[in-house]
């Protein structure tokens, strides 16, 4: 059942992945004028990168607690926090330098670090109390802003009374109600024992293992996709002569 029940997730990543990278590929175009400026913040765009973005963070509660639901393994969450926590910070770094009005501070990658962190406050509780918990994060987003959180330092909380400009921005309040959700999902699932009917699926076919496979390395493929397209599309351009 575990072994199944991680293919089913690295294939939920997999294609969590995919979608963000047709995402990216719209910002990509905009970036280096191929695409009017505007174009990905249009209302389509909006709701799929905000799609995209809630199915990466509900995994990672879903995953947390399956992961720990029996004792918390600090060996290999210090590991994978770690890792994130680098990726994250290396993101800030080059975003920094390559776009630096509207650098990532706190984007995807620095959520799912949070959440990896707070998640485990969550772990024990009653599944109906944390989708309380996480139906409040969201609602003090747009009920609790106040000028009082408008200094920078504050902005990973989401509650301030300004948007700061960010190519990827997911703070804290609304987003960490979805690895909430993850979390009681996963209880409510192991209570129900709906696990059982998750993990029939064998998951065998080529394309199956191919999606897997980008799920499974996810990290990697999240730091390597866009330097690789921005390349492709810059050489693109060039053999063209439109740069």
């Known amino acids: 059942m575990t072994r199944n029940r991680i293919e089913l997730l690295d294939l939920a990543r997999g294609i969590a992945l995919i979608a963000m990278t047709i995402f990216h590929f719209g910002f990509d175009l905009e970036l280096l004028g191929v695409k009017d400026a505007?174009?990905?913040?249009?209302?389509?765009?909006?709701?799929?990168?905000?799609?995209?973005?809630s199915s990466f963070l509900f995994l990672t509660g879903f995953s947390l607690y399956l992961s720990h639901s029996h004792g918390i393994r600090w060996g290999s969450w210090?590991?994978?926090?770690?890792?994130?926590?680098?990726?994250?910070?290396?993101?800030?770094?080059?975003?920094?330098?390559?776009t630096p009005d509207q650098f990532i501070f706190f984007g995807i990658l620095h959520a799912i670090a949070f959440a990896?962190?707070?998640?485990?406050?969550?772990?024990?509780?009653?599944?109906?109390?944390?989708?309380?918990?996480?139906?409040?994060?969201?609602?003090?987003?747009?009920?609790?802003?106040?000028?009082?959180?408008?200094?920078?330092?504050w902005y990973w909380t989401g509650l301030s009374a300004i948007n700061p400009n960010s190519s990827d921005y997911v703070p804290v309040f609304p987003w960490f109600s979805a690895p909430l959700l993850g979390i009681a999902f996963a209880k409510l699932s192991t209570h129900m024992n709906w696990l059982e009917v998750f993990v029939k699926p064998k998951l065998e076919q080529p394309l199956s293992k191919a999606v897997k496979f980008l799920g499974r390395n996810s990290l990697v493929y999240y730091l390597l996709h866009q330097p690789i397209m921005i390349g492709i599309l810059l050489a693109l351009l060039w053999l063209s002569g439109n740069l």
């Open 38 to 53: 505007g174009y990905i913040s249009q209302p389509h765009w909006k709701y799929f990168a905000r799609a995209i973005a």
């Open 78 to 98: 210090k590991i994978r926090i770690l890792k994130i926590i680098a990726a994250a910070t290396l993101i800030t770094i080059a975003t920094y330098f390559a």
């Open 116 to 153: 990896s962190v707070a998640g485990l406050l969550f772990i024990r509780a009653p599944w109906p109390l944390i989708v309380m918990v996480a139906m409040g994060i969201f609602a003090l987003r747009y009920y609790g802003r106040t000028e009082l959180l408008n200094a920078p330092y």
